[in-house]
Every structure is written in C-alpha cells, then in structure tokens.
C-alpha cells in the first residue's frame, strides 16, 4: 500500500510539473509577438514529451532529432533562411509538410547542432513557422548558441520533479531549523529571523510550482 501511495505521489506531482509547462507554452503560442523557443534543462525530464503534447495544438508538426537523425545536421549547408531550411528538411523526409502559420518545428538535440541556432533569427523575421528547440544545454555549446541568437530567442528552463521536490525539503528544513531557534530562545514570532522568512518564500515559490 505504502508503495502505491509514493507512485501515486510522484505522478501527481510529475502530472502538475507538466501542467507548469503546458501553462507556459499556451501561452507563448497565444503572444502574437512571439519568439523561438529554446528550451533547456537535464536529460529525461521530459522536455520532448512536454513539447509532443503541445504540438497537438498544430495542423502539423515537423520533428527533427540531431542525435537520432544526425543527417539532419546538414539542412544548414544552403543557408539560414527557413525557405533554405525547408528545402533541405523536404530532400530528406519529403512526407513533412511545412504549412505557414499552422506547422511547429521542433530541433531537438540543439546541443548537438549548435549550428541550427543561426537560423532562429531568420525564422522570427519571417514569422511564418513556429520553432522550439530542445536540448539538454550547458558551458560552451550554450554560449555559442547564445550568441547567435541573442534578442531573436526566448528561453525556458525545465525542472526535474527531483529539483523540486529536493528545494521545498530544503526550504522546510531551514524553517524547521528556525521555528526551534524561536522556540528555544523564547522570541516571539515578530521575531522571525530573515533565515526563515527566506523559507517561507522559497516553499511559497514551490507551492505556487504544483499549484494546477
């Protein structure tokens, strides 16, 4: 029973950690004035899947992996402009169909192909297609792709239902920790040490992380 009630647990609060994000993506769809996304964060924490679920919002949706599919690496030879773009994605798989205004593309891997970077400003500048890239990005290879796409990008950054959960402990612990300094010093609770409203706060940012 105890076994069933963790599992339980940790798919509730796996379910509103993707709540977290499909909240995010909608609304970044619904900007009118919207950039390409990058999204970023460890391996398996379920970027991909987080970004398959969203694309149902789409008539189509174009699906390339760089590690997967590292052919795809290549599409950039003929140049940046998502109509070069496009041509070299079709040679490939002709069976995508890129529909202006109603076609997700999604690069994942990016860390892999920091070269695709380049092509997010051209894609915002034509404004035809939407584009997320995924990837798990850190040191070098996101500073490159930072640079050249610098004001043509907004980024996001997924957590693990670990790094949640593993940040609200924390924060109950030191406020635990507080609460007993209070008690054990007799000082009235006006009294609260900065320590402990910082814990308040930070389970106040969690609460508001779940919050469906």
């Known amino acids: 029973m105890e076994k069933c009630d963790k599992q ?4 509730s609060m796996e379910y ?13 769809k619904n900007n009118p004035d919207r950039m390409p996304l990058i999204i970023k964060g460890a391996r398996q924490i379920g970027k991909t899947s987080s970004i398959e679920h969203f694309a149902k919002n789409y008539k189509n949706f174009v699906e390339i992996n760089f590690i997967d599919e590292p052919q795809y690496t290549k599409i950039f030879s003929s140049g ?11 040679f490939i798989n002709p069976a995508f169909k890129f529909i202006p205004h109603e076609t997700l593309i999604l690069f994942d891997e990016l860390q892999t192909c920091p070269d695709c970077a380049t092509c997010l400003k051209f894609f915002k500048i ?10 798990s990005l850190l040191g070098i290879n996101y500073e490159e792709i930072t640079s050249v796409s610098v004001g ?20 109950m612990d030191e406020m635990s920790i507080g609460a007993r ?22 389970i106040g940012t969690q609460v508001d992380l779940f919050r469906v």
């Open 8 to 11: 339980c647990y940790h798919k």
């Open 16 to 28: 509103k950690l993707r709540r977290k994000i499909d909240e995010y993506l909608i609304n970044w």
């Open 80 to 90: 940046y402009s998502p109509e070069n773009v496009i041509k070299e994605i079709s």
């Open 126 to 135: 034509d404004g035809r297609y939407d584009v997320i890239c995924s990837g």
């Open 152 to 171: 043509y990008k907004e980024d996001y950054e997924m957590h693990s239902l670990q790094d949640a959960s593993t940040t609200m402990l924390r924060s």
């Open 181 to 202: 300094k209070i008690s054990e010093t007799g000082s009235s609770l006006g009294n609260i040490s900065a320590q402990v409203q910082t814990s308040i706060n930070e």
